[in-house]
């Protein structure tokens, strides 16, 4: 069977490579021969489309009026407004009341204690999740009490819930209005699908010229992050109910109205709720890198800690960051997990509103007369920041020489040639081997879509940044597959260690982009090498779940008729295994991508020069055009990337069936 295989591959494989070398020798013989601006862009092929941009928006931002107002009043005044709800929640969680000026100033309410919130948490954390989920919860609590966390984890956790509130009703609003219209469906995923792809930084520009600095001009730019998937889960769930469902609705007398809040929508909330989990986690990872315009909390720890190399502080604010989110990743998943079976409480049960209200009175009274659990006394405060700074130290000094041979080989013998050769092939022949390779996966429509957007790249004048991210996405997405699908296809064989590997790779999941150049820094410091792993080490969890995922998914009939055939586990692997799988592991490949562009304008923090560190740029001098198009330049190369990944999925599906019939 397997020599079968073998034979029938071998023609197609032959083909396609062929095709490969022909088309790659033809566009290079063509830009060399041919005219100069096919090798080097030329002018007339560029438009200064980032100062238009810029001026645009300059001149939106502070010129142009509404009923003669000026807009950037407009703005300033709404960030006023919208700097309330987030003073308010902070004056809950983190501040308390003062009064009294200058020197003279003293706490006159002080604010919620961490045994009130901490144990408020845990209850809910049982309510929904069980035992297990209860001591992780009350874990992650003592370490952020322990460590002397707890203050800026409840400003970033006040950021969170306003920018969570704000993300959930505009995400129903945009999601129910687009369910019952095509056309507004249709306009809304366009947008969404490119907002999902814009970098984190990119959303920072725009709102410090129309909001200035401080925390509403952060709450707006986490909300518009956050917005995406909200919009598309309140899409995919309102369509998702039965259609017995809404005819029995219907057949009750129930309005349009009624439909939808007393049958649509309760049926739907376990896969909106699955959307509020989402909207959760990237709300807490935009809230950190919002703290570079005033957020404030644990992301500016982090950054401050980044910024002195202060490892050890780095490392203890990070951890703090990982235990904020597990508390909120793991309970949003149980509250999810709840709605969708239609579980709200077991007979006998007090409503959970009513049992953390009762907890937040009592554990106030215990506050008021026991001190320290109100506050952690600074005493007891345990910090390991020395430890991790003085290991650092002593990593660098004994294994510097190791450490900085592998760095220098890694920079040198391979990032640099391949970024060189990337960097020096001509425009024209990169867009033309596009076009070849997406005719080839999708037809002309995919070609011409891809063109598009690559040379909507080159008139920007962002060619350049775009081929060095595009070196650094290649080879850290090459190391991730290469180190992930191996890991997932050794477990796709062991069920017994499925469930752990998927509690390991969720928590992974839930990790903050920040915290993953931490170890990058400790080892290599600052540069491309640090990128790299940094962004390998994010983007490695898709990779291994999609490979368990595809692995397992092989009909049984399959592997027992290779068995009886006579193959060996490396041929059933190579020739019945993976192919089965393969539309399944590109789909985790597209993952990949997406998660390492994520990582990427993060990255820049460390000091690659590609486009998130023109995005940072603009970001550190106010250069809204540039940094809005450099955003935008990163999402085409995502998109791109995107569509030719689905294409080439849904021509290994269709491959695979033909094969099957």
């Known amino acids: 069977m397997s020599l079968a295989l073998r034979i029938d591959n071998l023609p197609h494989i032959a083909r396609s490579s062929v095709k490969c070398v022909v088309a790659v020798v033809a566009m290079a013989l063509i830009t060399n021969l041919g005219p100069g601006w096919l090798s080097t862009i030329p002018d007339w092929l560029m438009f200064p489309v980032s100062d238009i941009v810029g001026d645009s928006l300059t001149w939106f931002a502070r010129e142009a009026t509404i009923g003669g107002i000026a807009v950037q009043e407009i703005t300033r005044g709404f960030a006023g407004l919208i700097d309330k709800p987030i003073e308010a929640a902070v004056v809950v969680l983190a501040d308390g009341l003062f009064k009294g000026r200058g020197l003279d100033v003293t706490q006159s309410v002080p604010p919620l204690s961490w045994l009130a919130l901490g144990g408020a948490a845990i209850i809910v954390a049982h309510r929904f999740g069980g035992s297990a989920l209860a001591l992780t919860t009350s874990i992650c609590v003592a370490f952020l009490v322990s460590f002397g966390l707890w203050q800026n984890a409840m400003i970033t956790l006040s950021n969170v819930l306003v920018s969570v509130i704000l993300a959930t009703l505009l995400g129903l609003v945009l999601g129910i209005w687009s369910f019952r219209s095509t056309h507004v469906e249709n306009v809304t995923r366009g947008i969404m699908n490119v907002m999902q792809t814009v970098p984190i930084f990119a959303y920072l520009i725009p709102t410090l010229l129309l909001f200035g600095y401080g925390p509403s001009a952060a709450l707006v730019a986490t909300v518009a992050y956050a917005l995406p998937p909200m919009v598309h889960n309140t899409v995919l769930a309102l369509k998702s109910v039965p259609a017995e469902t809404i005819e029995c609705g219907r057949m009750t007398g129930c309005t349009q109205r009624q439909l939808l809040w007393q049958v649509q929508l309760p049926t739907a909330l376990g896969k909106i709720a699955v959307g509020l989990n989402q909207s959760i ?123 900085d041979a592998f760095r220098t080989f890694a920079l040198l013998e391979v990032m640099r040639p391949f970024r060189d050769a990337l960097a020096a092939a001509p425009w024209s022949m990169m ?90 820094v400790m080892l290599f410091r600052i540069g491309d090498v640090s990128a790299v792993i ?25 592997l027992e008729a290779a068995q009886i055939s006579g193959c060996t586990r490396w041929q059933t692997l190579r020739w019945i295994r993976f192919p089965a799988a393969l539309p399944t592991l590109l789909v985790g490949v597209n993952q990949t991508i997406m998660m390492a562009f994520s990582m990427l304008i993060i990255a820049a923090l460390v000091g690659t020069k590609d486009l998130g560190q023109e995005i940072l740029i603009a970001l550190n001098r106010s250069l809204v055009g540039q940094g809005i198009v450099a955003g935008l330049c990163v999402a085409c190369l995502a998109l791109i990337a995107d569509a030719l990944l689905k294409a080439g999925a849904a021509r290994a599906v269709t491959h695979r069936h033909k094969k099957e019939d």
């Open 281 to 403: 986690m990237m709300t807490l990872n935009m809230v950190i890198i919002a703290s570079m315009i005033g957020a404030g909390g644990l992301g500016f720890d982090v950054l401050k800690a980044l910024r002195k190399l202060d490892i050890g502080g780095g490392l203890e604010a990070g951890m703090g960051i990982v235990a904020l989110a597990i508390i909120l990743d793991r309970t949003s998943q149980a509250i999810a997990k709840r709605a969708a079976h239609g579980k709200h409480r077991e007979p006998g049960q007090w409503p959970i509103w009513k049992v953390v209200g009762l907890w937040l009175v009592i554990a106030t009274g215990i506050a008021y007369i026991f001190e320290p659990a109100q506050a952690w006394p600074k005493d007891y405060v345990i910090s390991t920041a020395v430890f991790w700074n003085d290991l650092v130290t002593w990593i660098n000094i004994e294994w510097f020489d190791v450490l």
């Open 431 to 520: 867009i033309g081997l596009l076009a070849i390779g997406a005719y080839a996966l999708g037809g002309a429509r995919l070609a011409i879509y891809c063109v598009a957007l690559a040379l909507a790249i080159v008139m920007t004048g962002y060619w350049g940044p775009a081929m060095n991210s595009l070196y650094l996405i290649l080879i850290s997405v090459t190391l991730a597959v290469i180190m992930g699908f191996p890991v997932g296809f050794w477990l796709a064989s062991r069920p017994q260690l499925q469930t752990a590997a998927n509690l390991t790779l969720d928590t992974l999941q839930t990790l903050p982009t920040l915290v993953y150049l931490l170890p990058a």
């Open 534 to 558: 940094a962004v390998t080490l994010y983007a490695t969890a898709p990779a291994i779940r999609y490979a368990m995922i595809g692995m397992s998914q092989v009909p049984v009939a399959r």
